[in-house]
């Protein structure tokens, strides 16, 4: 079972894709498409419809419209950098691949040389045994995780050792994390019987800035599986569960 384990490790490989700006000379395979949404308007706020139903065939796209370069990165195959973990975390200069049973965070260079365990597993100070969201911040050079129903972010350098933890506004959270400089942003599962909040601002003192409170929500709102896509400056997005009907937008 070892040499399995090893073997399956010692080729683990991580795909990095670089999207590609300039799809000039390209066919545009998105033409011959069909259209299964489209954008309709509910209470005002642009939403889009998709009909299951148009779902009938399949398209083969190259990848290469959608990337210009592919990277293949080999992970070290030395004992302590084995991991049994299917994902990974990317930054431009650092890999880290998540926990596997009795396996820690593990932490490596671009070039996918081990340098070091990130924490270890347990229940102690700085330890963790189930972590939903994790980041490489290398402007802070430091490596934060938010455990399931955690009151605090774990907080570690590049070296895989534990930080003074950052408080939580709200305790007891499953959900996702962005820092912004001096202001860190949660977006949480809204479970109404322990906190107030779905989405909030704080300082990372644990002070809270702003905040989106939870009895807003005119639904039940209690599944663990949340989802946000932060990537414009004016907007959050937020799903979550098994019995959410659809995204939430937030203005910050």
């Not at 229940?123 to 802070?140: F, L, T």
């Not at 946000?228 to 004016?234: A, F, G, I, L, M």
Request: hydrophobic content about 40%; proline content about 5%.
């Amino acid at each position: 079972m070892k040499n399995k384990f090893q073997t399956w490790t010692a080729v683990t490989m991580i795909t990095v894709l670089f999207a590609c700006d300039n799809k000039s000379g390209q066919i545009n395979y998105l033409e011959e498409t069909p259209v299964v949404a489209t954008r309709t308007l509910i209470d005002g706020e642009e939403m889009i419809e998709l009909d299951p139903a148009l779902l009938k065939d399949t398209m083969v796209i190259p990848l290469s419209y959608f990337t210009e370069e592919l990277q293949i990165i080999k992970l070290d195959g030395k004992d302590e950098a084995l991991t049994g973990a299917p994902y990974a975390y990317v930054s431009d200069n650092y890999i880290m691949t998540g926990m596997s049973g009795n396996t820690p965070f593990k932490l490596f260079d671009r070039q996918g040389n081990y340098l070091a365990n990130v924490g270890s597993i347990g229940q102690g100070p700085g330890e963790y045994r189930s972590v939903y969201a994790a980041k490489i911040d290398e402007a802070s050079q430091r490596i934060y995780m938010l455990p399931f129903f955690g009151s605090q972010l774990l907080a570690y350098d590049f070296e895989g050792k534990a930080c003074p933890s950052i408080p939580l506004a709200h305790e007891r959270v499953v959900g996702k994390f962005a820092l912004r400089g001096d202001t860190l942003l949660v977006l949480a599962s809204p479970q109404p019987k322990n906190f107030t909040s779905c989405v909030w601002t704080q300082d990372l003192a644990g002070n809270l800035i702003h905040e989106f409170p939870t009895k807003r929500l005119d639904f039940d709102f209690r599944g663990v599986t949340v989802v946000s896509n932060q990537n414009e400056d004016k907007h959050v997005d937020l799903a979550s569960g098994y019995r959410m009907p659809g995204w939430i937008r937030f203005t910050k």
